[in-house]
């Protein structure tokens, strides 16, 4: 059974039997011994009892917890013997050439020593073997064509530890941690310590050692400078990257021209819509005009991150600065040139009167065209594109309906096309050339959602604009499509969106819905719930009776006898009337309802 002594080794502590101690103790005061006239004695002793401290650390892993004889032995062994190495001047080169012949697995450090910003790309040089010049030419490459080497470089930065300790500084190059190469480490960060000492101007510092104000105020104005040169040199990175990346989309954009996919832009079809000027004009124009900024802003990064970077040269900047105004001048001139292809507008108009009956329900829908869309609710404000026949066309939804009241006895429809131009002359041209189409087709109007006109007419905001004038009492059912063009003012016609089931009257200050309920369910003017099947049924009973009364009226006008039929379905409002004399003392018989649900009354 032995003692244990507990011991603070390299700031670690540790259990050690006692002739294991002891024998530790004789191996510290041998290389005390052997480095006595050694420069920087301190610091290579801390270091070796750091790495001792280390390699106990890793024989002591597991549940052993007192370091014994044996484990003393083996590190003496790993550090090597002090008396096999003069510790002198001239057998530095000897040593040197044994430390470094059994040489270890390296560690990844930033190497601050040799360092341009951060000693990162100097710990890859010495992880990798290579020299760290080659290592910062790529950064550079990658900086500078991808924008991802600063992000990169950041990220390792902050990753890798910094080789601070002479330990760290050998794992770093791989050499052995032994006493000779620690030692060997000292001497040159000391040697490399007396040269700059060496070099020190002393007359130099006795002068600013006279005014101390002066000596700070220099020490605080190159911090200032050294924060303010990082500073520009990461807004140096942010302006290389950033107007790399831009010259890099216009010069793409300016070759493909939008044949690429990723470009969602009819770019050709807009540039001839918006001048008569050749597409790879236009584009040349475009890309010197916004290029060349950016191009002055990369030299202005390239100068903050290079110190000593060379000018391009008045005549190369005049030169440059002359083609920007021209394309800027020209680009100008265009754009006042399509202003005025904008500057009045003008329409025609259509008008045409509807064959039908008042006294039946008119009904109202909108179509679209399957080539150019698959749904009513798939609309463009305009786009380019190819009919049919493969003819270059433009294409657009810009169609809208308005519902008016009108004092004629026949309905009729207004149809207004509106286009804009350098002229009214030019404008009313553009909109006579709009192709656009209704039918109506039994008690049934039918609408195109869309209008069509010929590509070299070029896009003016054309449009169609639907006037409906309907008489007073006239009945009518929008379809469910009609919500996407009704324009009407809502004081005046109110269209319910939920359902295509309401019938509206047309009455004498506004449009009247027969069988609509409000948002809550409720009736007009109730404060119950009503559904919509019985507020259509009471719909029906006052329309029926309310045409039978008129009919009646009319009949003992005429003195005639008359069948009248009154139906209110989901089709809308008929009334079929079928007159015959009346014989002299014949009775009315009063009203029935056949098997339909249609009430029939003679007279």
């Given at each position: 059974?032995?003692?244990?002594?507990?011991?603070?080794?390299?700031?670690?502590?540790?259990?050690?039997?006692?002739?294991?101690?002891?024998?530790?103790?004789?191996?510290?005061?041998?290389?005390?011994?052997?480095?006595?006239?050694?420069?920087?004695?301190?610091?290579?002793?801390?270091?070796?009892?750091?790495?001792?401290?280390?390699?106990?650390?890793?024989?002591?892993?597991?549940?052993?917890?007192?370091?014994?004889?044996?484990?003393?032995?083996?590190?003496?062994?790993?550090?090597?013997?002090?008396?096999?190495?003069?510790?002198?001047?001239?057998?530095?080169?000897?040593?040197?050439?044994?430390?470094?012949?059994?040489?270890?697995?390296?560690?990844?450090?930033?190497?601050?020593?040799?360092?341009?910003?951060?000693?990162?790309?100097?710990?890859?040089?010495?992880?990798?073997?290579?020299?760290?010049?080659?290592?910062?030419?790529?950064?550079?490459?990658?900086?500078?064509?991808?924008?991802?080497?600063?992000?990169?470089?950041?990220?390792?930065?902050?990753?890798?530890?910094?080789?601070?300790?002479?330990?760290?500084?050998?794992?770093?190059?791989?050499?052995?941690?032994?006493?000779?190469?620690?030692?060997?480490?000292?001497?040159?960060?000391?040697?490399?310590?007396?040269?700059?000492?060496?070099?020190?101007?002393?007359?130099k510092i006795g002068n600013?050692?006279?005014?101390?104000?002066?000596?700070?105020?220099?020490?605080?104005?190159?911090?200032?400078?050294?924060?303010?040169?990082?500073?520009?040199?990461?807004?140096?990175?942010?302006?290389v990257v950033f107007a790399?990346?831009?010259?890099?989309?216009?010069?793409?954009?300016?070759?493909?021209?939008?044949?690429?996919?990723?470009?969602?832009?009819?770019?050709?079809?807009?540039?001839?819509?918006?001048?008569?000027?050749?597409?790879?004009?236009?584009?040349?124009?475009?890309?010197?005009?916004?290029?060349?900024?950016?191009?002055?802003?990369?030299?202005?990064?390239?100068?903050?991150?290079?110190?000593?970077?060379?000018?391009?040269?008045?005549?190369?900047?005049?030169?440059?600065?002359?083609?920007?105004?021209?394309?800027?001048?020209?680009?100008?001139?265009?754009?006042?040139?399509?202003?005025?292809?904008?500057?009045?507008?003008?329409?025609?108009?259509?008008?045409?009167?509807?064959?039908?009956?008042?006294?039946?329900?008119?009904?109202?829908?909108?179509?679209?065209?399957?080539?150019?869309?698959?749904?009513?609710?798939?609309?463009?404000d305009f786009v380019f594109?190819?009919?049919?026949?493969?003819?270059?066309?433009?294409?657009?939804?810009?169609?809208?309906?308005?519902?008016?009241?009108?004092?004629?006895?026949?309905?009729?429809?207004?149809?207004?096309?509106?286009?804009?131009?350098?002229?009214?002359?030019?404008?009313?041209?553009?909109?006579?050339?709009?192709?656009?189409?209704?039918?109506?087709?039994?008690?049934?109007?039918?609408?195109?959602?869309?209008?069509?006109?010929?590509?070299?007419?070029?896009?003016?905001?054309?449009?169609?604009?639907?006037?409906?004038?309907?008489?007073?009492?006239?009945?009518?059912?929008?379809?469910?499509?009609?919500?996407?063009?009704?324009?009407?003012?809502?004081?005046?016609?109110?269209?319910?969106?939920?359902?295509?089931?309401?019938?509206?009257?047309?009455?004498?200050?506004?449009?009247?819905?027969?069988?609509?309920?409000?948002?809550?369910?409720?009736?007009?003017?109730?404060?119950?719930?009503?559904?919509?099947?019985?507020?259509?049924?009471?719909?029906?009973?006052?329309?029926?009776?309310?045409?039978?009364?008129?009919?009646?009226?009319?009949?003992?006008?005429?003195?005639?006898?008359?069948?009248?039929?009154?139906?209110?379905?989901?089709?809308?409002?008929?009334?079929?009337?079928?007159?015959?004399?009346?014989?002299?003392?014949?009775?009315?018989?009063?009203?029935?309802?056949?098997?339909?649900?249609?009430?029939?009354?003679?007279?």
């Open positions: 059974m032995n003692k244990t002594v507990n011991i603070n080794l390299g700031g670690m502590f540790f259990h050690i039997d006692e002739d294991a101690y002891q024998k530790l103790n004789r191996y510290f005061e041998a290389v005390k011994r052997s480095l006595s006239n050694s420069t920087g004695k301190d610091e290579i002793m801390k270091d070796i009892e750091m790495r001792i401290a280390e390699l106990l650390t890793e024989k002591n892993r597991g549940e052993k917890q007192v370091v014994g004889l044996k484990d003393v032995e083996e590190i003496i062994t790993v550090m090597g013997q002090p008396e096999d190495y003069r510790i002198d001047d001239e057998a530095a080169e000897q040593t040197y050439n044994y430390s470094s012949s059994t040489r270890r697995p390296k560690k990844l450090y930033r190497d601050k020593d040799n360092s341009m910003v951060g000693g990162v790309l100097a710990g890859f040089g010495h992880y990798l073997g290579i020299d760290p010049l080659w290592l910062r030419i790529i950064m550079v490459i990658l900086l500078l064509g991808f924008g991802t080497g600063l992000l990169i470089y950041l990220i390792l930065w902050i990753l890798m530890p910094a080789a601070t300790t002479t330990t760290e500084k050998l794992e770093m190059t791989g050499e052995p941690v032994t006493i000779s190469n620690i030692e060997k480490k000292v001497r040159e960060e000391f040697d490399t310590i007396s040269e700059k000492f060496k070099n020190v101007d002393y007359d600013q050692a006279r005014n101390a104000g002066e000596r700070i105020g220099s020490g605080l104005s190159d911090v200032l400078l050294k924060i303010f040169s990082i500073f520009g040199k990461v807004i140096g990175a942010f302006l790399s990346v831009t010259l890099g989309s216009l010069l793409i954009g300016f070759i493909t021209a939008g044949s690429f996919s990723m470009v969602n832009f009819p770019w050709q079809s807009y540039i001839d819509n918006f001048t008569d000027v050749p597409l790879w004009i236009v584009g040349m124009l475009i890309l010197i005009a916004i290029g060349i900024p950016f191009f002055f802003l990369l030299i202005l990064g390239l100068k903050l991150l290079i110190t000593n970077m060379k000018s391009i040269g008045n005549p190369a900047k005049y030169t440059l600065l002359a083609l920007w105004i021209i394309s800027i001048g020209t680009l100008v001139a265009l754009g006042l040139q399509q202003a005025t292809e904008l500057a009045f507008d003008a329409k025609v108009v259509q008008k045409q009167k509807i064959d039908f009956n008042p006294k039946d329900t008119l009904k109202i829908k909108f179509t679209y065209n399957d080539y150019f869309a698959k749904d009513i609710y798939d609309t463009e594109a190819q009919d049919s026949a493969k003819a270059m066309v433009i294409y657009s939804n810009n169609v809208t309906l308005r519902i008016l009241k009108t004092d004629e006895k026949v309905p009729y429809i207004q149809i207004e096309k509106k286009a804009e131009g350098k002229s009214f002359a030019a404008a009313r041209e553009r909109a006579e050339k709009i192709n656009y189409s209704y039918k109506f087709k039994g008690n049934e109007l039918i609408f195109d959602n869309y209008l069509l006109t010929d590509v070299k007419n070029k896009y003016r905001h054309q449009k169609v604009e639907i006037f409906l004038y309907l008489p007073e009492g006239t009945y009518f059912k929008p379809d469910m499509s009609v919500q996407n063009y009704d324009h009407t003012d809502n004081s005046f016609f109110d269209l319910w969106f939920d359902s295509d089931i309401y019938i509206y009257q047309m009455q004498s200050s506004q449009v009247k819905c027969l069988n609509c309920a409000d948002q809550n369910g409720f009736a007009e003017g109730e404060d119950t719930w009503v559904d919509e099947e019985q507020i259509a049924r009471e719909a029906e009973q006052e329309a029926r009776l309310e045409v039978e009364r008129e009919m009646e009226r009319q009949n003992i006008h005429n003195g005639q006898n008359s069948s009248t039929t009154v139906t209110i379905n989901e089709k809308g409002v008929q009334i079929k009337k079928e007159a015959t004399e009346r014989p002299q003392g014949t009775k009315s018989k009063g009203l029935k309802m056949d098997k339909d649900g249609v009430i029939i009354k003679n007279n």
